[in-house]
């Protein structure tokens, strides 16, 4: 973890906190920058957020899918 948090310039502090939920909206130059050092593309990645948040607001159709991540 730490030489990815390295070569993407962002702390392993920082990145410690948004694998753990703590930063629940990181901001789009270190989510790309992140991205970039794990090979992952932004579209690949958005795809799989997107996804995601249509599996949790079908499991629960009363909460917003912020707020199902969350907690």
Known sequence: MLDIALDA???????????????ATP???T???IA???????????????ESGRRVGHANSGRNAREQLTT
């Not at 310039?9 to 930063?23: A, C, D, F, W, Y």
């Not at 593309?41 to 958005?46: E, F, G, T």
Request: charged content about 25%; hydrophobic content about 50%; cysteine-free.
């Open 9 to 23: 310039r962002v702390s392993p502090e920082t990145l410690r906190k948004i694998e753990s939920g703590r930063v």
């Open 31 to 33: 989510i790309a920058a």
């Open 27 to 29: 901001a789009f130059p």
């Open 36 to 50: 970039d050092v794990l090979g992952l593309s932004l579209d690949a990645l958005w795809a799989e957020i997107s």
